[in-house]
């Protein structure tokens, strides 16, 4: 196991004490026990944070289907050649990336001068808010609220837990990704399992309801936070450096004291540094998200026992199992250049663009359209986890911190161009007779 901190080298374990009383260091099995709670804790976290995304992703179809049924033909033409909702699934996707993308271009400037039990707080509320709004929901407009909620509770939960990562050992990081991709692969195994099982989509929105709880025990219970991050005090002064939510755990504390406010110009210096992990990053999330968005309701096999919805569930949490395996690799294979990724996906998105276009897909079996959707989400998670770790070996101690706020920005950017284009292009096919 990885015994280090992110930001710094070389320090005792005695450090691990929340408060420092000149006691002997603690005992390495207390220790141990300490550091396993916070990987847990971590692990659940990413779990929690991303639950409510992936679910309103894994349940695009019904609720569109569900609601415009009620008022319009579903096929945008009656002589479509594609089985089309009138509405994209892209835009379930906008409701749910575009406000954590303003989250996450804006908190770096302003989210340090907020302590983290607040910011936490505000997740879970807005996350039990999107179940409750959505399943309860008559009309597409109050069920993309609904979403808007669920994106706004990932958005802040990934800048904070991310941000949270600095203040512990560097491994946390690899097990915060873990829980993302398994919030993937849960997400959509549980909406696909409960809804197969006979419940309705709404039913099983409020089953889910026990996902916030389980982020607060997770947060609030299980987390064991060091002295120096006050969950709920505000901060005093301005400065990135001086606050306590920002002060690194290890560091020296005269030098964290004297230590100058960090300027716009080292924050613009530290932001392009990272350009080469978030730009691939950005382009593999966009080659994803078009295909997740833009092509997955077009690739439908017409003649066999599974419908349309089902179909669109399984693609669904297919690309999330993978997700969730290459999140969880990082710890056993690191992965450095993240262009190649980027390359590999967007291959994949042509070729899938191409076979909608043609309607050749079709005539190759379902279980090879599961391969492949597998292995899309294999690129998109490693290329996820990947960047994440090499941020956090290679940043300054007292620049990890933003650093990491700073980069989770580009997998949103991605997503919401991705979105954005497949919505015209989703009414292109549609309109074609």
Not at 227 to 244: I, Y
Not at 364 to 384: D, K, M, N, Q
Not at 395 to 424: H, R, W
């Amino acid at each position: 196991m990885e015994r280090r901190r992110s930001n710094t080298r070389g320090h005792l374990d005695s450090d691990w004490e929340e408060e420092d009383h000149g006691t002997a260091p603690p005992e390495p099995r207390m220790e141990n026990r300490s550091h396993w709670r916070n990987l847990s804790a971590f692990w659940l976290l990413g779990l929690c944070n991303n639950f409510a995304y992936v679910v309103m992703l894994s349940a695009a179809h019904d609720i569109l289907k569900t609601e415009t049924n009620q008022t319009v033909n579903l096929n945008v033409t009656n002589s479509s050649r594609y089985d089309c909702n009138k509405i994209s699934t892209a835009a379930v996707l906008l409701a749910d990336i575009l406000p954590t993308l303003i989250i996450k271009f804006t908190a770096p400037f302003y989210i340090h001068q907020i302590p983290y039990s607040y910011r936490v707080s505000l997740c879970i509320v807005t996350a039990s808010a999107s179940f409750l709004i959505v399943s309860f929901s008559t009309h597409v407009a109050v069920s993309l609220l609904g979403v808007v909620f669920a994106s706004i509770s990932s958005g802040v939960g990934e800048v904070t837990f991310l941000s949270l990562t600095a203040f512990f050992y560097s491994d946390v990081v690899s097990y915060w990704a873990s829980g993302t991709g398994g919030a993937g692969i849960l997400g959509a195994l549980s909406y696909l399992g409960l809804t197969e099982a006979g419940l309705s989509p709404r039913s099983s929105l409020l089953v889910m309801l026990i996902i916030p709880a389980v982020l607060w025990i997770s947060y609030f219970v299980l987390i064991l936070p060091p002295s120096v991050l006050p969950r709920w005090r505000f901060p005093v002064g301005h400065s990135l450096v001086q606050t306590s939510d920002q002060r690194p755990l290890l560091a020296d504390a005269s030098s964290v004291e004297t230590s100058s406010p960090r300027t716009m110009a080292n924050k613009w210096k530290i932001i392009k540094s990272l350009l080469k992990y978030m730009l691939p990053l950005s382009i593999v999330y966009f080659a994803e998200y078009f295909i997740n968005q833009g092509l997955f309701e077009l690739i439908y096999f017409p003649n066999i026992p599974m419908s349309h919805s089902t179909q669109y569930r399984w693609y669904q949490m297919l690309y999330q199992a993978g997700v969730f395996v290459s999140r969880s690799s990082v710890r056993f294979c690191k992965f450095r250049h993240i262009w190649i990724l980027s390359c590999l996906q967007c291959g994949l998105a042509i070729f899938l663009l191409v076979g909608v276009a043609y309607l050749f897909l079709p005539s190759l079996t379902l279980p090879g359209i599961f391969v492949i959707i597998a292995f899309e989400g294999l690129l998109g998670g490693a290329a996820y986890v990947n960047t994440f770790n090499n941020i956090a070996v290679e940043s300054k101690a007292e620049d990890q911190e933003f650093a990491m706020s700073v980069a989770c920005v580009s997998d949103t950017l991605g997503i919401s161009l991705s979105g954005a284009i497949a919505i015209p292009v989703h009414n292109y096919f549609c309109g074609l007779s």
